[in-house]
């Protein structure tokens, strides 16, 4: 079975800083694309960034190049996304998947696995 559970999220002003885990399980780590999207109130889900577990390129949504950065370890299959810089904008409820495709097209993915999601919420 597919988990996927997020933590991290919050309460911060702008400006500030949040890091989001995502702890994975039952899927092999080995050769995936992991993603985080996010999905604002009467918003779309959009892709955030994503990683590859083979060889640890990262994809940014332009909205968040220089602030974010994701990386991952594998040994503990969790990805991570230390969100710097944070702006109102950001404020959504952000969620990790597995993208069973390269990823170098996992922002644009429909994932077919979600966890619960996790809150932020940017203060001005």
């Known amino acids: 079975e597919v988990r996927l559970v997020e933590s991290g999220g919050g309460l911060v002003q702008a400006g500030g800083s949040l890091r989001l885990s995502c702890a994975a399980s039952?899927?092999?780590?080995?050769?995936?694309?992991i993603g985080w999207f996010r999905q604002a109130p009467g918003k779309e889900r959009e892709g955030v960034s994503c990683i590859s577990s083979r060889d640890g390129s990262t994809y940014y949504a332009d909205s968040v190049k220089g602030r974010f950065t994701i990386s991952s370890d594998n040994a503990k299959n969790t990805v991570y996304l230390q969100m710097n810089s944070l702006k109102p904008e950001d404020t959504a409820v952000y969620y990790c998947a597995p993208v069973f495709l390269p990823a170098i097209v996992c922002l644009e993915a429909r994932a077919e696995y979600w966890g619960q999601g996790t809150q932020v919420t940017v203060s001005p």
């Open positions: 039952g899927f092999s780590f080995d050769d995936v694309a």
